[in-house]
């Protein structure tokens, strides 16, 4: 009796040669790359620098081994020269590219926060210690063709950037990078490969335009004195007085009146503003966290105190730069 079609099982197909070098290189790519050590300065010795010939450089073996076996058979003695000439120039490029890396320094600068859908920038900083210049040296992320081309003067620095996209808000590791020369015949690869140990930290994308200010909360024997209009600026204002902050002047009566008006910080201190996540009115997490960032900068542009309720964490009310970025950095982890 023959099994039923349903009993039995397709063989899986195999996979074509090529994809099985893909997932072969990629293997053995993770394995090395798990036991380099993270580190945000790379001092670049014979340990970590690595060469192999480039397409021209298998190219010109393969010419000068053609000219000796022809200087062989017809007893040239300018064949001879003419090979041991190239063949000794294509030694002496080794040495050189070998050294235009070796004994080079770089050093990771800490990159800055961005918004999320941003490019990050990445500074590196190399740094050589001898006399003589590197020249023609590269940096990319591995695995890309985007290259950065410096040199490097003697007993000097250079700064070269390079750039990625983070995949959205959160902290997000520096990707492997790889550092290379070809100097100066271009016969070989000189190569390094560097685990940075630094993060990116990517805030939430502020929502654009975004809704007004919550309303302030009463404090504890404030009344409603110290409530928030519709519009999203508190209510409390006097004559401007010099030495107020910039950020306090009302300049939508000043555009209307040409009368500087100041907003009465000490009325306001009447309300607490909160920021709840719970309260945005937006239809999804990543909504409510771009709008609680359009609304952390707008409450820091007029000089406001307010507070931050995130699931599981709460910000007590504060101003200032230190509140800002303690705010959106709990936003871009939450």
Known sequence: MSPSPSATTAPSPALPPWALRARLRARLRRWWHARLPRTDSLQLTQRNVYIVPTRAGWMLAATLLVLLIASINYQLNLGYLLTFLLAGAAAAG???SHNTLRGLALHLLPPEPLWAGTLAVLDIKLANARRSPRL???LALQETAHWSWADVPGQGEATVQVSFQPPGRGRHP???LTAETRFPLGTFRVWTVWRPAAQVLVYPAPERPAPALPPGEPRAGAGLAGGARASGEFDGVRAYQRGDPLKLVVWKKFAKSGELISRDTVHMQRAELWLDFAHTGAPDTESRLSRLAA??????????DYGLRLPGQEIAPASGPAQRLRCLEALATA
Do not use: E, I, R
């Not at 609304?295 to 406001?304: F, K, N, P, S, T």
């Open 94 to 96: 080794m040495v050189v």
């Open 136 to 138: 023609g040296l590269g």
């Open 174 to 176: 520096v990707p492997t």
């Open 295 to 304: 609304w952390v900068l707008a409450a820091d542009a007029q000089g406001l």
